[in-house]
Nanobody
Framework: QVHVVESGGGLVQIGGSLRLSCTAS????????MGWYRQAPGKQRELVAA???????NYADAVKGRFTISRDNAKNTVYLQMNSLEPEDTAVYYC????????????????WGRGTPVTVSE
């Protein structure tokens, strides 16, 4: 079993900053990638940022220059530093990890966290 837990969400003023954390735990053999997605009411879930085990990153155009994703592979943890927050950033942020398990080290499985809400006040 693999568990994914996010933290760091909350209420922040326009222009403020927030840092999200996500940690994966359990019978993990290796992590291929970890990333952040967000979903606002009435909208589809969208990619915010992702990072591979090799360090390659991918950002949504809407957050480039404002958000930074980083990782600590030894701790199976990924971070999302969010600066210059705007009302449009309000959403539930979900962490996704792609891993291989100890019992199936050659396979890839997706695990999602339950989400952490971020609200940017107007």
């Amino acid at each position: 079993q693999v568990h994914v837990v996010e933290s760091g969400g909350g209420l922040v003023q326009i222009g403020g900053s927030l840092r999200l954390s996500c940690t994966a735990s359990g019978m993990i053999f290796s992590i291929y990638s970890m990333g952040w997605y967000r979903q606002a009411p009435g909208k589809q879930r969208e990619l915010v940022a992702a990072i591979t085990s090799g360090g390659s990153t991918n950002y949504a155009d809407a957050v480039k220059g404002r958000f930074t994703i980083s990782r600590d592979n030894a701790k199976n943890t990924v971070y999302l530093q969010m600066n210059s927050l705007e009302p449009e950033d309000t959403a539930v942020y979900y962490c996704k990890t792609v891993v291989s398990t100890i019992e199936a080290p050659g396979s890839q499985f997706e695990y999602w966290g339950r989400g952490t809400p971020v609200t940017v006040s107007e």
